[in-house]
């Protein structure tokens, strides 16, 4: 089968007055119809139409803007609608979360007031043992406060720092901009245990952190994504107040756990600020519960004891 165009009926075959085959020049005459006549017949005749009819009719717009207004409404409603449902089938596990954290802040209140109580109470007990030993004589008085103050179990004023350690930003997802999981600016318990290490090593007498007073028993561990001083949650920003001789500030300033902090700060925008006082005052620790050691028995079986420790971790 020939490709070529057969010329139109009336029209002679074979190479035309300028040597050109009359197929070739019948495909070049139908692109200028085509380019001449873009229109399509529907088009061309609506036009028409509406060019002897005249322009719409009022009516006819406004039944036009009436159904407009009615598939917006519709909309509308439908999205209305479907947010309501959204709302009503919220997970189970919101709702227990947001009951759970109501309980955490109740408790936590209570605590908090049942701890000030209890400092109220043995601040007066403390009174009067101290009138009692007075009326005894002697120097028994001072010599107990000074073995309170070295186990925490005494409020203790004087010069000192402040150590403070904050939470680095969340960093964010460059394309979705929603933050991200994994913060290694984020200040762990190993942190704020080699902070205080360091600061017991460079002479300090006393330490609390956000408040929480240090004694022989006290523990800093982390319990999920919180951070437990003494079982008692703390939060960033934490603030490491301490107690000491005037060489302290100098002695950590130099050590290397300073410098190491120092470089998380730039590596990943951790917060971390030291600060002198003057006058400092820390409160009394919590009670301590005291253990005993006891004598094995000849011949009992001896299991060794096991103890949480702070968690592991780190950079």
Same mark, same amino acid.
């Given at each position: 089968m020939s490709?070529?165009?057969e010329?139109?009926?009336?029209?002679?075959s074979g190479?035309g007055?300028?040597?050109? @085959?009359?197929g070739? $020049?019948?495909g070049?005459?139908?692109?200028a119809?085509?380019? #001449?006549t /873009?229109?399509?017949? *529907?088009y061309?005749?609506?036009?028409?139409?509406?060019?002897?009819?005249g322009?719409q009719?009022?009516?006819a717009r406004?039944?036009?803007k009436?159904g407009?207004a009615?598939?917006?409404?519709l909309f509308?409603v439908?999205v209305?609608?479907?947010?309501?449902?959204?709302?009503?089938?919220e997970?189970e596990?919101?709702?227990?979360?947001?009951?759970?954290v109501g309980?955490?802040?109740s408790?936590?209140?209570e605590t908090?007031?049942l701890q000030?109580?209890a400092d109220?109470?043995?601040e007066?007990v403390?009174?009067?043992r101290d009138?009692a030993?007075s009326?005894?004589?002697g120097d028994?008085a001072a010599?107990l406060?000074?073995?309170?103050?070295?186990?925490?179990?005494?409020?203790?004023?004087?010069?000192?720092?402040?150590? @403070?350690?904050?939470? $680095?930003?969340?960093?964010k997802d460059?394309?979705t901009g929603? #933050?991200s /999981?994994?913060?290694? *600016?984020?200040?762990l318990?190993?942190d704020i245990?080699e902070?205080?290490?360091?600061?017991w090593?460079?002479?300090?007498?006393?330490?609390?952190i956000?408040g929480?007073r240090?004694?022989a028993?006290s523990?800093?561990?982390?319990a999920?994504e919180?951070?437990?001083?003494?079982f008692r949650?703390?939060s960033?920003?934490?603030?490491?107040?301490?107690?000491?001789?005037g060489?302290?500030?100098?002695?950590?300033?130099s050590?290397?756990?300073?410098a190491r902090?120092?470089?998380?700060?730039?590596?990943?925008?951790?917060?971390?600020?030291?600060?002198?006082?003057?006058?400092?005052?820390l409160?009394a620790a919590?009670d301590?519960q005291?253990r005993?050691a006891?004598?094995v028995?000849?011949?009992?079986?001896?299991?060794?004891s096991t103890s949480?420790s702070?968690?592991g971790?780190?950079?």
């Amino acid at each position: 089968m020939s490709d070529a165009v057969e010329p139109p009926k009336g029209e002679p075959s074979g190479p035309g007055p300028t040597g050109k @085959t009359w197929g070739k $020049a019948f495909g070049a005459d139908l692109l200028a119809r085509l380019y #001449e006549t /873009s229109l399509e017949p *529907g088009y061309a005749a609506a036009a028409e139409k509406r060019r002897r009819e005249g322009p719409q009719r009022p009516s006819a717009r406004r039944l036009g803007k009436a159904g407009t207004a009615a598939m917006a409404l519709l909309f509308g409603v439908l999205v209305a609608v479907t947010y309501r449902h959204a709302v009503a089938a919220e997970p189970e596990s919101h709702r227990t979360h947001d009951q759970l954290v109501g309980a955490v802040k109740s408790q936590r209140a209570e605590t908090d007031a049942l701890q000030r109580r209890a400092d109220r109470l043995r601040e007066q007990v403390s009174n009067q043992r101290d009138q009692a030993l007075s009326l005894a004589g002697g120097d028994e008085a001072a010599r107990l406060h000074a073995l309170e103050a070295a186990n925490g179990l005494d409020r203790v004023r004087g010069p000192g720092l402040t150590v @403070t350690l904050t939470d $680095a930003p969340p960093p964010k997802d460059p394309v979705t901009g929603k #933050e991200s /999981s994994e913060n290694l *600016g984020r200040v762990l318990d190993v942190d704020i245990q080699e902070v205080v290490n360091e600061l017991w090593r460079d002479g300090a007498e006393a330490v609390a952190i956000d408040g929480q007073r240090l004694g022989a028993t006290s523990t800093i561990r982390t319990a999920g994504e919180a951070i437990l001083v003494d079982f008692r949650p703390v939060s960033s920003p934490y603030k490491i107040t301490v107690i000491g001789p005037g060489s302290m500030g100098d002695r950590f300033g130099s050590s290397a756990t300073d410098a190491r902090y120092e470089g998380f700060v730039k590596r990943y925008q951790m917060g971390f600020s030291v600060q002198r006082s003057a006058r400092l005052t820390l409160p009394a620790a919590a009670d301590q519960q005291l253990r005993y050691a006891h004598p094995v028995r000849p011949g009992a079986s001896v299991s060794p004891s096991t103890s949480a420790s702070g968690s592991g971790g780190g950079r």
